[in-house]
């Protein structure tokens, strides 16, 4: 039984890069699309925010010496790179999707537009938000607060490479603890790096939960969809 009409799901690039180390692993790309495919057979809604990590950083750029502008936007052209590679997954399995790009890109995507992003997802299409917010110096995470709240999401889904929120790194402390729940302004005392502060104020200002959970197993994205409790729920 499905939980939610209308989600928003997040990847980040790395996840898209399974282990390869760079680039896009189609096997990974391929059993996102088939979750996917498997909640719309619920009649769920489904919004895609993909990062573009595994291509390109802009922020790391920028801390070797680019100028911050143009490394933000060479970021949201990766973005699109894997959003076309999710659109083709997607489409290879008969999922009707749109690609809509926050920058003109009118021979590969949609621009942006807030009502028929909406009117596609009311035709049962999966929507995949590109470049970003448009602007340099916001996230992809910003991206997806900001699409989540305009397409009226009742819930934003990051899937990452662990399974939820811990109070340190937990690749680098074994001893790290994880969170089951924790609020939207703890996250931001905290500051525990799972999204931008930019992004996390957002979803609180709008009373937007985020669920923080592992891309890495089989089958999570559907039952995250389907309300069961994995990873870590930021609400309140």
Same mark, same amino acid.
Do not use: W
């Given at each position: 039984?499905?939980?939610?009409?209308?989600? %928003?799901?997040?990847?980040?690039?790395? @996840? !898209?890069?399974?282990?390869? #180390?760079?680039?896009?692993?189609?096997?990974? $790309?391929?059993?996102?699309?088939?979750?996917?495919?498997?909640? %719309?057979?619920?009649?769920?809604?489904? @919004? !895609?925010?993909?990062?573009? #990590?595994n291509i390109f950083r802009?922020?790391? $750029?920028?801390?070797k010496g680019m100028d911050r502008s143009t490394a933000d936007y060479m970021g949201m052209l990766a973005t699109m790179i894997n959003a076309l590679a999710m659109q083709d997954a997607l489409e290879k399995l008969h999922v009707p999707t749109r690609v809509l790009s926050a920058i003109e890109m009118n021979s590969i995507a949609e621009p942006y537009i807030r009502r028929r992003a909406v009117?596609?997802?009311?035709?049962?299409?999966?929507?995949?938000?590109?470049?970003?917010?448009?602007?340099?110096y916001f996230s992809t995470d910003t991206a997806a607060a900001l699409r989540a709240n305009e397409i009226?999401?009742?819930i934003i889904m990051k899937a990452t490479s662990v399974d939820g929120?811990?109070?340190?790194?937990?690749?680098?402390n074994p001893d790290a603890v994880r969170f089951d729940t924790i609020s939207h302004?703890?996250?931001?005392?905290?500051?525990?790096k799972v999204m931008d502060s930019t992004a996390a104020s957002l979803?609180?200002?709008?009373?937007?939960?985020?669920?923080?959970?592992?891309?890495?197993?089989?089958?999570?994205?559907?039952?995250v969809l389907c309300g069961e409790k994995i990873g870590t729920i930021v609400e309140g």
């Open positions: 039984m499905a939980h939610y009409e209308r989600v %928003l799901l997040k990847i980040s690039g790395e @996840a !898209l890069m399974g282990q390869l #180390g760079y680039g896009i692993d189609p096997t990974v $790309a391929t059993n996102i699309a088939k979750e996917i495919k498997k909640a %719309l057979s619920h009649n769920i809604q489904i @919004a !895609l925010v993909i990062g573009g #990590g802009g922020v790391a $750029a920028s801390a009117r596609h997802l009311e035709k049962g299409r999966v929507v995949i938000f590109g470049a970003g917010t448009g602007n340099p009226g999401a009742q929120i811990y109070d340190s790194d937990p690749k680098k302004i703890d996250l931001l005392k905290k500051e525990l979803c609180m200002d709008n009373q937007i939960p985020i669920v923080v959970f592992s891309l890495k197993v089989e089958g999570n994205i559907y039952r």
